[in-house]
């Protein structure tokens, strides 16, 4: 019998559970403790993620010869252009990044990892990897648009980055598990790799926020 993609799914992200709390910087962000420095920093380094991984999840689309699978990357790929695009309003309000590395390689690992992928990566190996990650990436960003709101003062549009990742979307994770399931129906989806690329995504998401928790301490 195939394997279920949701069930794959469910193990992996019971794998990376236990590290989902190793973020040191949206706390300092809920409790109020971090310094508004931190937010142009934030919206500097993810205005060059954005527009990184637009370009790669195209290429990702582009390379797939499975039909899921290019839905699935192709649509994310628009969401990362809407995303950029909302930062725009946190830039101006927070003014530019004056951090002591501009841009900071704890930061862009992450996007060089998705880019890498795209050039190297099996399809619904990567789409696992990636939409394993997302539920706490989402728990990240709604944390941080309470926070930006309760002790900063930011307005909604200021925080519509954070919000728009904060949000679930049904038809994503539909195509996620689609494209997961063509990989495993067809026997071309190494579980090791999926595992191996879930783990590499949740370390680079890590270090992404607790670089900048380091540079800006509560």
Known sequence: MTRSARKLL???Q????????DNRLVPLITAGRAPR??????????????L???????????RADEPHARTFFGGLAPGEQQANG???ALLAAT??????ERPRAGCQVYPAYVAWLALNGESSATAAGIFAN????????RDVAAGMREHYGFTGEQCAFFDFFAADVPEIEEQALAA??????ARRLDEREAHRCARLFQSYELLFWNTLADEFPG
Do not use: N
Not at 134 to 139: D, H, I, K, S, V
């Open 10 to 12: 469910e193990e992996i």
């Open 95 to 100: 003014g530019p990044d004056h951090g002591k």
């Open 37 to 50: 420095a931190v937010f142009a920093a934030l919206a500097a380094e993810e205005k060059l993620i954005t």
């Open 52 to 62: 990184s991984d637009w370009r790669s999840f195209h290429e990702l689309a582009a």
């Open 86 to 88: 909302m930062l725009d």
């Open 134 to 141: 997302f539920a706490a990436f989402g728990r990240y960003c």
């Open 14 to 21: 019971d794998e990376l559970a236990p590290r989902d709390g």
């Open 180 to 185: 997961i399931q063509a990989g495993l129906d």
